[in-house]
Protein backbone atom coordinates (compact mmCIF):
# COMPACT_ATOMS: atom_id res chain seq x y z
CA UNK A 1 0.00 0.00 0.00
CA UNK A 2 1.84 3.29 -1.31
CA UNK A 3 1.08 6.49 1.65
CA UNK A 4 1.44 8.89 -1.61
CA UNK A 5 -1.51 11.39 -2.48
CA UNK A 6 -3.77 10.37 -5.18
CA UNK A 7 -3.80 13.42 -7.49
CA UNK A 8 -5.97 14.37 -10.57
CA UNK A 9 -4.98 17.30 -12.62
CA UNK A 10 -6.33 18.82 -15.37
CA UNK A 11 -4.66 20.94 -18.37
CA UNK A 12 -6.45 23.23 -20.07
CA UNK A 13 -4.16 23.91 -22.72
CA UNK A 14 -4.79 27.44 -24.87
CA UNK A 15 -8.58 26.91 -23.89
CA UNK A 16 -11.29 29.12 -22.33
CA UNK A 17 -11.17 32.34 -21.89
CA UNK A 18 -12.09 34.30 -18.26
CA UNK A 19 -15.42 34.28 -18.71
CA UNK A 20 -15.61 30.73 -19.55
CA UNK A 21 -13.31 29.80 -17.24
CA UNK A 22 -15.79 31.06 -14.12
CA UNK A 23 -18.37 29.64 -15.79
CA UNK A 24 -16.28 25.99 -15.43
CA UNK A 25 -15.38 26.78 -11.66
CA UNK A 26 -19.38 27.61 -11.50
CA UNK A 27 -20.60 24.25 -12.28
CA UNK A 28 -17.70 22.29 -11.03
CA UNK A 29 -16.41 23.60 -7.60
CA UNK A 30 -20.22 23.21 -5.80
CA UNK A 31 -20.00 19.83 -6.83
CA UNK A 32 -16.61 18.87 -5.78
CA UNK A 33 -17.72 20.68 -2.58
CA UNK A 34 -20.12 17.88 -1.89
CA UNK A 35 -18.01 15.19 -1.72
CA UNK A 36 -17.81 13.37 0.89
CA UNK A 37 -14.30 11.76 2.73
CA UNK A 38 -10.77 13.29 2.22
CA UNK A 39 -10.84 12.68 -1.35
CA UNK A 40 -7.69 12.90 -4.13
CA UNK A 41 -6.35 16.28 -4.74
CA UNK A 42 -7.65 18.45 -7.39
CA UNK A 43 -5.29 21.05 -9.05
CA UNK A 44 -6.26 22.86 -12.70
CA UNK A 45 -4.21 24.05 -15.01
CA UNK A 46 -5.15 27.33 -16.61
CA UNK A 47 -3.68 29.50 -19.25
CA UNK A 48 -2.06 32.50 -17.54
CA UNK A 49 -4.81 34.70 -18.04
CA UNK A 50 -7.22 32.74 -15.59
CA UNK A 51 -4.67 32.36 -12.79
CA UNK A 52 -5.38 35.98 -10.65
CA UNK A 53 -9.20 34.93 -11.01
CA UNK A 54 -9.28 31.70 -10.27
CA UNK A 55 -6.81 32.11 -7.39
CA UNK A 56 -9.58 32.29 -4.74
CA UNK A 57 -12.51 30.27 -5.40
CA UNK A 58 -9.88 27.24 -6.01
CA UNK A 59 -7.90 28.29 -2.88
CA UNK A 60 -11.71 27.99 -1.05
CA UNK A 61 -12.29 24.79 -2.21
CA UNK A 62 -8.99 23.09 -1.77
CA UNK A 63 -8.21 22.99 -5.24
CA UNK A 64 -4.30 23.30 -6.40
CA UNK A 65 -3.63 26.01 -9.30
CA UNK A 66 -1.14 24.95 -11.90
CA UNK A 67 0.34 27.04 -14.57
CA UNK A 68 1.30 25.81 -18.00
CA UNK A 69 5.00 26.88 -18.06
CA UNK A 70 7.51 29.41 -16.37
CA UNK A 71 10.95 30.95 -17.70
CA UNK A 72 13.72 29.71 -15.25
CA UNK A 73 15.05 33.33 -14.74
CA UNK A 74 13.58 35.67 -12.07
CA UNK A 75 12.93 38.48 -14.12
CA UNK A 76 14.60 40.52 -17.47
CA UNK A 77 14.12 41.04 -21.22
CA UNK A 78 12.64 37.75 -21.74
CA UNK A 79 9.53 39.18 -23.92
CA UNK A 80 6.38 37.06 -23.52
CA UNK A 81 7.42 34.89 -20.59
CA UNK A 82 6.44 34.87 -17.14
CA UNK A 83 8.71 34.40 -14.16
CA UNK A 84 8.07 31.94 -11.30
CA UNK A 85 7.45 34.74 -8.98
CA UNK A 86 4.98 36.28 -10.99
CA UNK A 87 2.87 33.02 -11.14
CA UNK A 88 3.31 32.75 -7.03
CA UNK A 89 1.95 36.12 -6.72
CA UNK A 90 -1.18 35.29 -9.46
CA UNK A 91 -1.85 32.36 -7.25
CA UNK A 92 -0.67 29.48 -8.50
CA UNK A 93 0.93 26.51 -6.46
CA UNK A 94 2.20 24.20 -9.00
CA UNK A 95 3.52 24.83 -12.38
CA UNK A 96 3.87 22.10 -15.38
CA UNK A 97 7.55 21.68 -16.71
CA UNK A 98 8.26 19.55 -19.88
CA UNK A 99 4.89 18.63 -20.89
CA UNK A 100 5.45 16.87 -24.10
CA UNK A 101 3.63 19.94 -26.59
CA UNK A 102 6.66 22.14 -24.74
CA UNK A 103 9.59 20.16 -25.46
CA UNK A 104 8.20 19.12 -29.41
CA UNK A 105 6.31 22.36 -30.40
CA UNK A 106 8.40 24.82 -28.84
CA UNK A 107 11.92 22.72 -28.50
CA UNK A 108 12.57 22.99 -24.70
CA UNK A 109 15.52 20.54 -24.24
CA UNK A 110 16.18 19.25 -20.90
CA UNK A 111 18.76 21.40 -19.12
CA UNK A 112 16.25 24.31 -19.93
CA UNK A 113 13.76 22.21 -18.38
CA UNK A 114 16.35 21.30 -15.35
CA UNK A 115 16.88 24.91 -15.15
CA UNK A 116 12.49 25.33 -14.73
CA UNK A 117 12.52 22.70 -11.94
CA UNK A 118 15.13 24.46 -9.77
CA UNK A 119 13.31 27.73 -10.48
CA UNK A 120 10.06 26.51 -10.04
CA UNK A 121 11.47 24.49 -6.53
CA UNK A 122 13.31 27.66 -5.54
CA UNK A 123 9.92 29.76 -5.58
CA UNK A 124 8.14 27.69 -3.29
CA UNK A 125 5.56 25.73 -5.85
CA UNK A 126 5.45 22.69 -6.87
CA UNK A 127 6.83 21.35 -10.29
CA UNK A 128 4.59 18.79 -12.06
CA UNK A 129 7.68 17.34 -14.19
CA UNK A 130 5.95 15.80 -17.64
CA UNK A 131 8.33 12.78 -19.29
CA UNK A 132 7.56 10.78 -21.91
CA UNK A 133 8.73 8.94 -25.31
CA UNK A 134 7.65 9.55 -28.63
CA UNK A 135 5.89 6.46 -31.02
CA UNK A 136 9.31 6.39 -32.95
CA UNK A 137 11.34 6.07 -29.74
CA UNK A 138 8.91 3.39 -28.01
CA UNK A 139 8.86 1.39 -31.63
CA UNK A 140 12.59 1.44 -31.59
CA UNK A 141 12.56 0.17 -28.02
CA UNK A 142 14.22 3.29 -26.42
CA UNK A 143 10.93 4.22 -24.45
CA UNK A 144 12.74 3.79 -21.13
CA UNK A 145 16.19 4.70 -22.39
CA UNK A 146 14.41 8.24 -23.30
CA UNK A 147 12.28 8.60 -19.73
CA UNK A 148 15.39 7.58 -18.03
CA UNK A 149 17.16 10.53 -19.34
CA UNK A 150 14.71 13.24 -19.12
CA UNK A 151 14.07 12.37 -15.27
CA UNK A 152 18.30 12.15 -14.81
CA UNK A 153 18.62 15.53 -16.69
CA UNK A 154 15.39 17.12 -14.98
CA UNK A 155 15.73 16.46 -11.59
CA UNK A 156 20.06 16.56 -11.34
CA UNK A 157 20.10 19.32 -9.09
CA UNK A 158 17.15 18.10 -7.04
CA UNK A 159 18.43 17.85 -3.30
CA UNK A 160 14.81 16.42 -1.80
CA UNK A 161 12.15 14.77 -3.27
CA UNK A 162 9.38 16.65 -1.64
CA UNK A 163 7.06 18.89 -3.28
CA UNK A 164 7.61 17.11 -6.59
CA UNK A 165 5.34 15.72 -9.21
CA UNK A 166 6.20 13.59 -11.91
CA UNK A 167 3.72 12.73 -14.82
CA UNK A 168 4.08 10.00 -17.29
CA UNK A 169 2.81 11.08 -20.74
CA UNK A 170 3.57 9.14 -23.55
CA UNK A 171 3.66 11.27 -26.52
CA UNK A 172 1.68 9.24 -28.87
CA UNK A 173 -1.10 9.03 -26.03
CA UNK A 174 -1.62 12.46 -25.81
CA UNK A 175 -4.30 14.08 -27.37
CA UNK A 176 -5.31 11.28 -29.52
CA UNK A 177 -7.44 9.00 -28.12
CA UNK A 178 -4.82 6.14 -27.85
CA UNK A 179 -4.21 4.61 -24.27
CA UNK A 180 -1.33 3.65 -23.05
CA UNK A 181 -2.59 -0.20 -21.45
CA UNK A 182 -2.56 -0.30 -17.67
CA UNK A 183 -0.06 -2.55 -17.92
CA UNK A 184 2.51 -0.18 -20.35
CA UNK A 185 1.45 1.99 -17.83
CA UNK A 186 2.09 0.11 -14.75
CA UNK A 187 5.22 -1.46 -16.00
CA UNK A 188 6.63 2.74 -17.19
CA UNK A 189 5.68 3.86 -13.80
CA UNK A 190 7.68 0.74 -12.13
CA UNK A 191 10.40 2.00 -14.31
CA UNK A 192 10.10 5.57 -13.02
CA UNK A 193 10.23 4.69 -9.74
CA UNK A 194 13.43 2.96 -10.10
CA UNK A 195 15.36 5.63 -11.17
CA UNK A 196 13.91 8.00 -8.12
CA UNK A 197 15.33 5.34 -6.26
CA UNK A 198 18.75 5.88 -7.75
CA UNK A 199 18.46 9.56 -8.34
CA UNK A 200 16.96 10.82 -4.82
CA UNK A 201 17.38 10.92 -1.15
CA UNK A 202 15.00 8.01 0.52
CA UNK A 203 14.15 6.78 -2.95
CA UNK A 204 11.89 9.62 -3.89
CA UNK A 205 9.87 8.27 -1.53
CA UNK A 206 6.22 10.05 -1.45
CA UNK A 207 6.90 11.26 -4.78
CA UNK A 208 3.61 10.81 -6.33
CA UNK A 209 3.70 9.52 -10.59
CA UNK A 210 0.94 10.68 -12.10
CA UNK A 211 -0.20 9.04 -15.71
CA UNK A 212 -1.77 11.23 -18.54
CA UNK A 213 -2.48 10.47 -21.66
CA UNK A 214 -5.75 10.44 -23.48
CA UNK A 215 -7.27 9.91 -19.50
CA UNK A 216 -11.20 9.84 -19.59
CA UNK A 217 -14.02 9.07 -16.97
CA UNK A 218 -14.55 5.41 -19.11
CA UNK A 219 -10.77 4.57 -18.40
CA UNK A 220 -9.89 6.64 -15.74
CA UNK A 221 -10.57 3.82 -13.00
CA UNK A 222 -8.34 1.45 -14.38
CA UNK A 223 -5.82 3.40 -14.78
CA UNK A 224 -5.71 4.71 -11.55
CA UNK A 225 -6.14 1.20 -9.89
CA UNK A 226 -2.57 0.39 -11.16
CA UNK A 227 -0.31 0.08 -7.83
CA UNK A 228 2.25 2.52 -9.32
CA UNK A 229 -0.36 5.02 -11.18
CA UNK A 230 -0.77 7.88 -8.58
CA UNK A 231 -2.92 9.63 -10.30
CA UNK A 232 -3.55 10.94 -13.76
CA UNK A 233 -3.10 14.28 -15.60
CA UNK A 234 -5.61 14.94 -18.20
CA UNK A 235 -6.34 17.33 -20.70
CA UNK A 236 -9.21 17.09 -23.10
CA UNK A 237 -11.28 15.46 -20.76
CA UNK A 238 -10.75 18.47 -17.67
CA UNK A 239 -12.76 20.94 -20.00
CA UNK A 240 -16.08 19.88 -18.97
CA UNK A 241 -17.13 19.86 -15.66
CA UNK A 242 -18.83 16.78 -15.56
CA UNK A 243 -16.32 14.62 -17.24
CA UNK A 244 -13.86 15.96 -14.96
CA UNK A 245 -16.14 15.58 -12.11
CA UNK A 246 -16.44 11.58 -13.37
CA UNK A 247 -12.40 11.32 -12.93
CA UNK A 248 -12.11 13.04 -9.76
CA UNK A 249 -14.75 10.63 -8.44
CA UNK A 250 -12.39 7.83 -9.59
CA UNK A 251 -9.42 9.43 -8.26
CA UNK A 252 -11.45 9.95 -4.84
CA UNK A 253 -12.30 5.87 -4.71
CA UNK A 254 -7.96 5.20 -5.43
CA UNK A 255 -7.62 7.40 -2.92
CA UNK A 256 -9.71 5.92 -0.28
CA UNK A 257 -7.81 2.59 -1.44
CA UNK A 258 -4.42 3.83 -0.64
C1 LIG B 1 -2.20 16.59 -21.45
O1 LIG B 1 -2.43 17.67 -21.98
O2 LIG B 1 -1.34 16.54 -20.57
C2 LIG B 1 -2.95 15.40 -21.87
C3 LIG B 1 -2.65 14.27 -21.32
O3 LIG B 1 -3.92 15.60 -22.83
P1 LIG B 1 -5.10 14.55 -23.23
O4 LIG B 1 -5.70 14.04 -21.94
O5 LIG B 1 -6.06 15.35 -24.05
O6 LIG B 1 -4.45 13.43 -23.99
Known amino acids: MSRRPTIVAGNWKMHKTLPEGEAFLQAFLPRLASRKGTGCQVVLAPNFTLLAAMRDPCRAAGVGLAAQNCH ?19 GATHV ?45 GQATAVVGRQLRAGLRDVASPAGIIIAYEPVWAIGTGKTATTADAQQMHAFIRQILGELLPAGGAGMPVLYGGSVKPGNAAELLAAPEVDGVLVGGASLEPEDFLQIVAAGDRAAAQV
Open 96 to 140: LVGHSERRHLFHEDDDFLRRKVQAVLAGGLTPIFCVGETLEERTA
Open 72 to 90: PEARGAFTGEVAVGMLAAA
